[in-house]
């Protein structure tokens, strides 16, 4: 499959839209798993969140790199990014408590941005923003949600639209990286049930998420814009919420 196989719509694309909501949904779903229910295997859907996100990160470069004679920094992405990264930060600390190893997940999904952009742009500029982010998710991997991994994912989901579907196996393997690989693969050895789900959602996740882009929805899909950054440190004060009730 290369470029002109996926659809890369200059209005409001409603597959994307879609892929966006599921992810979100993932996510919801993967962090429930912390309010006090007894729901581990909430964890295997919610291996899609990151890579659909990763997936809608790419799309969004495929449209500016159609329009963009020289590609540029998107500024005001990476700000909404960062912005909300910082806004986050508490409302994810107050939910995960001693689970909270990193910081939340949008560092590493502007970082991964940055990268990208860095491998697609033909200015000295974004080619060395795109290092520089790369070189401070390396150093700083520990303490990144989905560590270095992570923030390379979003240019593996990149490659896949400029050559064949087939390489998507290469973001699932990223993918499979960018998570808890030892435990999962140690779990998938032993035979335990999680682990393997977790093991195959994460090889084949980035490909799933392809398929929907080439979908054409149907039905109607409520456009996620700018104001859906909202969601994710919103999400984790109502989930505390609903754990703090459980507790009563």
């Given at each position: 499959m290369t470029d002109a196989n996926i659809p890369i719509n200059h209005g409001r694309n409603k597959a994307l839209d879609l892929l966006k909501w599921l992810a979100m949904l993932s996510m919801v779903m993967d962090h429930l798993r912390y309010v006090g229910w007894h729901a581990d295997w909430l964890y295997v859907p919610g291996r899609l969140a990151f890579p659909w996100f990763c997936l809608a990160i790419a799309v969004n470069l495929a449209r500016s790199r159609t329009h963009d004679v020289e590609p540029r920094v998107q500024w005001k992405y990476l700000t909404w990014m960062v912005v909300f990264a910082a806004v986050a930060e508490v409302p994810y600390r107050l939910f995960m408590t001693d689970e909270a190893y990193t910081l939340n997940v949008l560092p590493t999904l502007a970082l991964g941005l940055l990268v990208a952009q860095g491998w697609v742009g033909r200015a000295w500029s974004v080619r060395l923003l795109g290092l520089v982010a790369l070189v401070a998710g390396a150093v700083f991997s520990d303490h990144l949600m989905f560590g270095v991994f992570g923030?390379?994912?979003?240019?593996?989901?990149?490659?896949?639209?400029?050559?064949?579907?087939?390489?998507?196996?290469?973001?699932?393997?990223?993918c499979l990286f960018s998570n808890a690989w030892r435990q999962i693969i140690d779990g998938t050895q032993w035979g335990d049930p999680i682990s393997v789900g977790a093991l195959i959602v994460c090889l084949i996740g980035p490909a799933?998420?392809?398929?929907?882009?080439?979908?054409?929805?149907?039905?109607?899909?409520?456009?996620?814009?700018?104001?859906?950054?909202?969601?994710y440190p919103v999400h984790f004060l109502l989930l505390l919420s609903l754990r703090q009730m459980l507790a009563l």
């Open positions: 923030v390379l994912l979003p240019l593996a989901c990149l490659l896949v639209f400029r050559r064949s579907i087939w390489l998507a196996i290469l973001p699932g393997v990223v799933l998420g392809v398929l929907l882009l080439r979908s054409q929805p149907t039905f109607a899909v409520l456009p996620m814009k700018r104001w859906a950054y909202a969601i």
